[in-house]
C-alpha cells in the first residue's frame, strides 16, 4: 500500500505574485466583512474547538489591551479566506450573538461583571438600566453578562479595539493555493489532526464526504448527550474524533467500492482485508483514495452513497443508544469512582475500542435478521457489558492502530453475537457475584462496602447479589441494576429502594 503520508506537507510550490502586509482591523470591521460574506472561513478549517472559559479569557484579554496574535487572511477573487485565527474570530462573533451556531449549541457567551465593573466603569458598565440594578441589588441575576445587556458606550468601545492581521495577498487564484498556505501558517501552530489533514488534502475533490462525517459527528454528540442525561458536556464529546470514528465505520461496511456498484447489496462487515501489520490509519487513507477516484467526477453517485452511509450509520446508532443507554461507546467499569461493586460507565470518555465492538454486534444482528432480538432480549445489554468487562485486556489493551487489532474487535463483536442468537449464558449468578468481587478489588485494592450497613465485604462468601431498584419499584434484574450487599442485609433491607443515594457514584 502506497504512504500517502509525505503528501500532508506544505508543497514546494514556488507562489508568485505574493504580498504580505500588516494592517489591523477594528472589531466592528471583521463582524461587518463576515456578516456582508467578505470574510470566509474555508471549509478546510477544522470547526470551533475552543471551550468556554477559553473564549472567556481571550474576551478579557482583549478588552484589558493585552496583545492579540495576528489573523491571517488571504485576499482572493475579492474576498478574505482566514488561514490562521478562526478560533478568535468566531469567539468575538460569540460574544457578540453573530454565531448562530454557536449560540445554538453553547448560549450566550458571557463575561464576569466585577472585572469588568473594575476595569471599565468610565465605558458605562454600570450605567445599566434600571431593571438590572433592581436585579444585581437583590441577587436575582447571573453573576455573568452577555454582550446584550451592556450600554451603548461599551458596545461602541469594544467594536473600536484593533486587532493585527497579516494580509495576503496573491496575483493568483488556484484553488491549490489556499490549501498550500494554510498548511504552511499552520505547521508552526497547533497540530493538526489526521482527519483535519485529510480534509484540506481530499476536500477539494470529496468535500460532501467530509462534511456527512462532520454532520454524522455531530450527530452522534447529541444523540451521547441526550442519553449520558448531560453526565458528559457536549464540549468534552466535541473533543474526541468521532468523525473519524465514522470513517473506520464506513471501511467496515463498505470496504473499497469500484463503479458502477457505488452502493454495497451485500456488505459484509470486515469484508476489506490488510495486511495484520498495516497500520489503520494507512488503511484509512487508502479508501479516502478509493473514494476520491471513484466520486471526485461523479457527484450524483456520491450523494447516493452518502445516503446510504447515513441512513446504516443512524440507524445502528438509535439500536445502541435504545438499548445500552449511556454505556453508549463508553468503557464499562467497578469501583473506578464508587465504593460499592456496581458497573457504571467509565468518566467522561468514549472509547472508539468500544464504538468498533458495539456497532459490530449491532450491525451483525441487523444484517442477519435477528433486529427482535435487540428490541425484545432483556439479556442483550448483560452479554455486550459483561463480555467489555471479561474481555478487558482483548477489548482495551491493544490499541487500534493496526489493522489486526480492528480485526480483534470483531472476532469478539461476532462471539457476543452468537452467545445473543443462540441465548446461551454461562453467567450463573455465583459467577456474577465473583466478577465484580474481583473486579472491584482489582480496580480499588480494597474490598466492596454493603450499600445496606456501609461496611466492607470481607469475602465473596457472605455476600449476594442485590437489586438497586428492587423489582417491586419498577427495577429489573439488568446488568446495571444489581450491586453486592452482605447476604444478611440483603434478606432483611432488599425491598428498599436505594437507587437515590447509590446512584450518585
Same mark, same amino acid.
Not at 452522534?220 to 458536556?233: C, F, L, P, Q, R
Not at 457475584?433 to 478489588?441: I, M, S, V
Given at each position: ?297 461523479? @457527484?450524483?453517485?456520491? +450523494? =447516493? ?8 450509520? *443512524?440507524?445502528? /446508532? #438509535?439500536?445502541?443508544? $435504545? ?90 463483536? @461476532?462471539?457476543?453475537? +452468537? =452467545? ?8 450463573? *449468578?455465583?459467577? /456474577? #457475584?465473583?466478577?465484580? $468481587? ?68
Amino acid at each position: 500500500m502506497e504512504d500517502y503520508e509525505g503528501k500532508f506537507s506544505p508543497s514546494e510550490l514556488k507562489l508568485k505574485g505574493i504580498h504580505t502586509s500588516t494592517t489591523f482591523w477594528t472589531v466592528g470591521m471583521i463582524v461587518q466583512q463576515y456578516k456582508n460574506g467578505h470574510l470566509v472561513i474555508p471549509k478546510i478549517q477544522r470547526g470551533y474547538v475552543w471551550n468556554e472559559e477559553k473564549a472567556r479569557r481571550f474576551i478579557m484579554s482583549l478588552l484589558q489591551g493585552f496583545p492579540i496574535p495576528p489573523i491571517f487572511i488571504i485576499e482572493l477573487s475579492g474576498k478574505f479566506y482566514v488561514v490562521d485565527g478562526q478560533q478568535r474570530i468566531r469567539t468575538i462573533l460569540w460574544f457578540l450573538g453573530e454565531d448562530n451556531e454557536l449560540l445554538e449549541k453553547l448560549g450566550p457567551l458571557r463575561v464576569p461583571i466585577k472585572e469588568l465593573a473594575e476595569n471599565y466603569n468610565e465605558y458605562g458598565v454600570t450605567n445599566l438600566s434600571e431593571a438590572i440594578i433592581k436585579k444585581i441589588i437583590f441577587g436575582n441575576h447571573p453573576k455573568e453578562f452577555n454582550y446584550k445587556y451592556f450600554t451603548k458606550d461599551f458596545r461602541q468601545y469594544f467594536e473600536s479595539l484593533s486587532i493585527p492581521v497579516q494580509h495576503i495577498s496573491i496575483s493568483s487564484g488556484k484553488e491549490y493555493i489556499l490549501t498550500d498556505i494554510f498548511l504552511r501558517i499552520n505547521q508552526g501552530s497547533v497540530k493538526l489532526s489526521a482527519m483535519e489533514l485529510w480534509r484540506v488534502y481530499y476536500g477539494k475533490d470529496i468535500e460532501e464526504y467530509f462534511h456527512k462525517l462532520n454532520e454524522l459527528a455531530r450527530y452522534t454528540v447529541a444523540k451521547i448527550y441526550e442519553v449520558s442525561n448531560g453526565k458528559i458536556s457536549r464540549q468534552k464529546l466535541e473533543r474526541f474524533r468521532i468523525d473519524e470514528f465514522i470513517l473506520t465505520f464506513d471501511v467496515l461496511i463498505n470496504g473499497l467500492i469500484t463503479p458502477p456498484n457505488y452502493i454495497p447489496k451485500d456488505a459484509k462487515l470486515g469484508a476489506v482485508i490488510f495486511s495484520q501489520k498495516t497500520t489503520l490509519k494507512k488503511v484509512k487513507i487508502f479508501v479516502l483514495e478509493n473514494r476520491r477516484k471513484v466520486f471526485k467526477n461523479n @457527484k450524483g453517485e456520491l +450523494k =447516493k452513497f452518502l445516503d446510504y452511509l447515513e441512513r446504516e450509520y *443512524k440507524e445502528i /446508532l #438509535k439500536m445502541i443508544t $435504545y438499548v445500552l443507554g449511556e454505556f453508549t461507546f463508553r468503557r464499562p467499569t467497578i469501583g473506578n469512582e464508587c465504593q460499592y461493586a456496581l458497573i457504571r460507565p467509565s468518566g467522561n470518555d468514549i472509547n472508539e475500542a468500544v464504538f468498533l465492538y458495539e456497532v459490530a454486534i449491532f450491525k451483525l444482528l441487523k444484517d442477519n435478521g435477528h433486529s427482535e432480538l435487540i428490541y425484545e432480549n432483556k439479556d442483550f445489554i448483560k452479554h455486550v457489558i459483561l463480555t467489555s468487562l471479561i474481555e478487558n485486556d482483548e477489548l482495551f489493551s491493544r490499541s487500534t492502530s493496526t489493522f489486526r487489532s480492528v480485526a480483534n474487535k470483531l472476532e469478539l463483536a @461476532k462471539l457476543t453475537y +452468537k =452467545k445473543i442468537i443462540t441465548k446461551e449464558d454461562n453467567i450463573t *449468578k455465583d459467577n /456474577l #457475584k465473583r466478577l465484580l $468481587y474481583e473486579k472491584f478489588r482489582a480496580s480499588r485494592v480494597s474490598n466492596p462496602v454493603c450499600p445496606y450497613c456501609k461496611e466492607p465485604i470481607s469475602d465473596i462468601s457472605v455476600a449476594d447479589l442485590a437489586h438497586i431498584r428492587p423489582l417491586a419499584f419498577g427495577g429489573q434484574t439488568y446488568i446495571h441494576n444489581l450491586t453486592l450487599a452482605h447476604s444478611t442485609c440483603n434478606r432483611r433491607f432488599g425491598v428498599r429502594d436505594i437507587s437515590q443515594y447509590i446512584n450518585r457514584c
